[in-house]
């Protein structure tokens, strides 16, 4: 129980940091996925989002659809990791 509490909180620490970084960098679409992913990583450990949470999140993921749709298909990244 004790590693799982440790691993859960090192996954938080991560998304966190990694989330203050995008900040810093400034790179919108970096700055979205930083938060979701530390959403998520907060959601693991049993966070449950407010309602203002929930639309936050609910509008990152409708901008970053935006920011995909606004990038040319030959420019848009791929992740080939599942394979």
Known sequence: ???A????LS???VAADAYEAAVDGGDR???LEARLRLCAAL???GWEAPPDVQR???FDL???RQLDAAVPPARRRIDLSDR
């Open 11 to 13: 996954a938080v620490a």
């Open 56 to 58: 936050q999140i609910d």
């Open 43 to 45: 959601a693991q450990d």
């Open 29 to 31: 679409r970096t700055v």
């Open 62 to 64: 409708f901008e970053l």
């Open 5 to 8: 509490l440790v691993d859960s």
């Open 1 to 3: 129980m004790a590693t």
